[in-house]
């Protein structure tokens, strides 16, 4: 007997929105299989509001709205069972959070739930990331996002310890991250990373996915912490249009690239790793394999 049904996940992250939609596949006997069947990304950057002037603007709300009420006919038109949409750093920061959810849940029928850091990275490692982690090895997986990162040390497969800083792309274009940020971070990551002989990477979000399928390696396979260097600083002798004109990369990421380069190889210094994998996974995914799982609470459609 075969059961195929479609949830769908929406990630409002400070730099883009986005919307996956995964048919669950059930088969007797048989473990269930998640078939992504689409992903829509709209960049709309409400971390460049709240940033600066600490609410999300007008022309960006109207723009959530457009967005919100295209997903929701896109999940209709899929057949969507249930759904859960997540907001991040940037809403959870907006003065006017509350009443952008509050709009968008009586004019779009979207249901947003902020979720802080911690809950983040929990969502986060529900996702398939044991079929990339060897058991007998130490990693910091490192998810960066427009508005914050989220660390986590696994050590045996087990999530030791994780911790989310104020310290994301977007948030870094702005200037708005602050030196004593930066020390905590390098003090957590060092302090828990000593203790165990050697630390590999693991890296998620939309920028070290880009960059991995820009290097041509074979996937499963590490960026080394010399190409990233190398890559970083050639990125850094073409101007913001040449990235876009020359290097073939979207305008909204043209800018982002630098500075989340910046964390994962800083995260890399600190760690002493020299080497991070990329296993393509990110907020999105997770969520819905805890919506399948319940885990986290969902809405149906």
């Given at each position: 007997?075969?059961?195929?049904?479609k949830f769908g996940a929406i990630d409002i992250g400070s730099n883009a929105v986005r919307l996956l939609i995964t048919s669950i596949i059930e088969?007797?006997?048989?473990?269930?299989?998640?078939?992504?069947?689409?992903?829509?990304?709209?960049?709309?950057?409400?971390?460049?509001?709240?940033?600066?002037?600490?609410?999300i603007s007008d022309?960006?709300?109207?723009?959530?709205?457009?967005?919100?009420?295209?997903?929701y006919l896109l999940m209709k038109s899929h057949g969507i069972v249930n759904y859960k949409a997540c907001a991040t750093s940037a809403m959870r920061e907006a003065s006017n959070g509350k009443e952008v959810?509050?709009?968008?849940?009586?004019?779009?029928?979207?249901?947003?739930?902020?979720?802080?850091?911690?809950?983040?990275?929990?969502?986060?490692?529900?996702?398939?990331?044991?079929?990339f982690i060897n058991p007998n090895k130490t990693y910091l997986y490192v998810d960066v996002g427009g508005g914050s990162t989220e660390f986590s040390i696994i050590?045996?497969?087990e999530k030791i310890k994780s911790k989310s800083f104020r310290i994301g792309t977007v948030r870094l274009l702005n200037g708005s991250v602050k030196n004593e940020t930066w020390q905590a971070l390098e003090n957590w990551i060092k302090t828990n990373t000593k203790i165990y002989d050697k630390i590999e990477l693991i890296g998620s979000g939309g920028n070290i996915n880009k960059i991995f399928k820009i290097s041509g390696i074979d996937y499963g396979k590490p960026l080394?912490?010399?190409?990233?260097?190398?890559?970083?600083?050639?990125?850094?002798?073409?101007?913001?249009?040449?990235?876009?004109?020359?290097?073939?990369?979207?305008?909204?990421?043209?800018?982002?690239?630098?500075?989340?380069?910046?964390?994962?190889?800083?995260?890399?210094k600190w760690s002493g790793a020299k080497d991070i994998?990329?296993?393509?996974?990110?907020?999105?995914?997770?969520?819905?394999?805890?919506?399948y799982y319940q885990t986290i609470s969902s809405t149906p459609l």
């Open positions: 007997m075969l059961s195929i049904k088969q007797e006997n048989r473990q269930v299989i998640f078939k992504k069947n689409a992903l829509v990304r709209v960049p709309i950057r409400l971390g460049a509001d709240v940033f600066v002037a600490g609410g022309s960006n709300v109207s723009r959530m709205k457009d967005t919100m009420k295209a997903f959810c509050d709009l968008i849940k009586n004019e779009c029928n979207i249901k947003i739930d902020v979720i802080d850091g911690e809950e983040e990275a929990t969502i986060i490692a529900a996702t398939n990331l044991h079929r050590h045996n497969s080394s912490y010399f190409y990233l260097t190398s890559y970083y600083n050639d990125l850094q002798d073409y101007t913001y249009e040449e990235r876009i004109t020359e290097l073939n990369l979207n305008q909204d990421r043209a800018d982002v690239i630098i500075p989340a380069l910046r964390i994962y190889l800083l995260a890399m994998f990329v296993p393509k996974i990110g907020l999105s995914d997770g969520i819905i394999k805890s919506i």
